[in-house]
């Protein structure tokens, strides 16, 4: 019986942590970032600013690499 409900309480818990939008793989380093895992973060909040940058133009913005001088 506390098997099933140590089983029930992490599945809950692993849950908890899922929002509505999807968060690509993590594990992408700064140099290897392509554009379109940096567009694939749709809103500022979960934009990775230590590989990506937010714009705010156009309209609604968008996470794209940083721009490179």
């Known amino acids: 019986m506390r098997l099933l409900a140590l089983v029930s ?3 809950l818990v ?3 942590g ?3 939008e999807e ?3 993590k594990d ?3 140099q290897g970032a392509p554009d379109s895992w940096c567009r694939s973060y749709t809103t ?3 934009c990775p600013k230590n590989i ?3 714009y705010s133009t156009p309209a609604p913005g968008y996470c794209s690499l940083p721009a490179t001088e």
């Open 52 to 54: 990506c940058a937010w």
């Open 44 to 46: 500022q909040q979960f």
């Open 28 to 30: 992408v380093s700064a």
């Open 23 to 25: 968060q690509p793989n």
């Open 9 to 11: 309480l992490v599945g």
């Open 18 to 20: 899922a929002g509505s």
């Open 14 to 16: 692993s849950a908890c």
